[in-house]
C-alpha cells in the first residue's frame, strides 16, 4: 500500500494502473519505421517473459502449450482480460504499436496477476508492429482465434494501404490460423466495416460464420462490451459493423 502510496499512477483502491497516465495518440502510422526489438522467427520469442508459469526462465518450453489467441492492436487490454478469464486453459497475447499503450497493458496484467493469485497468467502483451511482423511470432496454423477491434479507419484513399484488413494482409492471417481458426473484426465507421467484410468475402479462405454460430459464440458478446472503444460506442448508442469469419482449406 505505501509503494502506491508513493506512486501516483497505480490506484489506492484497485492497485491497477491509472489510464490517464498512459495516454496516446488514437492511432500511430504502422508504415512507419520503429525501433523496438523484433523475432527474427517464432522460435525466438522468449515466452518465459510472458508466461512465466508456464515456462522455464531458460526459455525452454515447460509444456506443449502455444499461444493461440492474439488481439491485434490490443488498446489498453480490454478484450484480453475478459478472454483471459473465459479461457483460462489459453495462452493469448495483445499486439500493440504505442508504446505507452502497450506499457499500460503489461503494468495492468502484472497488477491483476498480485491481486489475483493464479489468475491471468495466461495473457500477456507485446510492443509490435502487426502489420510487418505477423510470421515472426506465429507459426503456420498456431493460431485459432484473431481480434482486430476498432481498428484505424484510415478515410483517405491514398491511405487505404495502412488498413490492418487487406487482401494482402489477409493472406498472412490465414498462414498463421489454423483451418477453422476465426478472425473477429468489428468497427463503428460503415464504410470501414464494409470494407473489411468484402476483404474478408473475397478471399478464398476465408468463408462467414453463420447467425447461429455467431451467437454460440462467447467471444463474440465480448467485441463490444469488453473494449473501450466498443463502450464508448456504446453509450453513445452508436452502430457497430461487424465481420467474422472462418479459415477454410482453399477448394483445389
Known amino acids: 500500500m505505501l509503494e502506491n502510496e508513493a506512486n501516483p499512477t497505480i490506484s489506492k483502491s484497485t492497485g491497477l494502473p491509472r489510464k490517464r497516465f498512459y495516454r496516446a495518440r488514437a492511432h500511430s502510422n504502422p508504415l512507419s519505421d520503429s525501433h523496438f526489438p523484433v523475432p527474427i522467427s517464432p522460435s525466438h520469442v522468449d515466452y518465459s517473459l510472458h508466461y512465466p508459469q508456464f515456462f522455464s526462465s531458460s526459455g525452454e518450453v515447460g509444456s506443449i502449450k502455444k499461444v493461440q489467441f492474439a488481439d491485434v492492436g490490443c488498446g489498453f487490454g480490454g478484450l484480453l482480460i475478459s478472454l483471459s478469464t473465459l479461457f483460462p486453459e489459453t495462452l493469448m497475447i495483445g499486439m500493440e504499436l504505442r508504446d ?23 495473457v500477456s502483451v507485446v510492443r509490435t508492429n502487426s502489420m510487418k511482423y505477423i510470421p515472426n511470432y506465429f507459426e503456420k496454423g498456431q493460431l485459432t ?9 484510415h478515410f483517405k484513399e491514398k491511405n487505404h494501404r495502412r488498413r490492418v484488413i487487406s487482401p494482402h494482409l489477409l493472406d ?3 498462414y498463421v490460423l489454423e483451418v477453422g481458426g476465426i478472425i473477429y473484426t468489428i468497427t463503428d465507421v ?19 460464420l453463420t447467425e447461429e454460430e455467431l451467437e454460440a459464440d462467447p467471444a463474440v458478446k465480448l467485441l463490444i462490451t469488453a473494449t473501450e472503444e466498443g463502450q464508448k460506442v456504446a453509450r453513445n448508442e452508436g452502430q457497430t459493423f461487424q465481420a467474422v469469419y472462418r479459415r477454410i482449406a482453399p477448394s483445389l
Open 190 to 208: 460503415e464504410e470501414l466495416g464494409d470494407w473489411m467484410k468484402s476483404c474478408l468475402e473475397n478471399h478464398p479462405m476465408f468463408e462467414a
Open 145 to 153: 482465434k484473431m481480434f482486430f477491434l476498432f481498428p484505424d479507419p
Open 172 to 174: 498472412e492471417y490465414a
Open 100 to 122: 505507452k499503450v502497450t506499457e499500460y497493458v503489461r503494468e495492468r496484467i502484472l497488477a491483476l496477476r498480485t491481486t489475483n493469485p493464479g489468475q491471468y497468467q495466461n
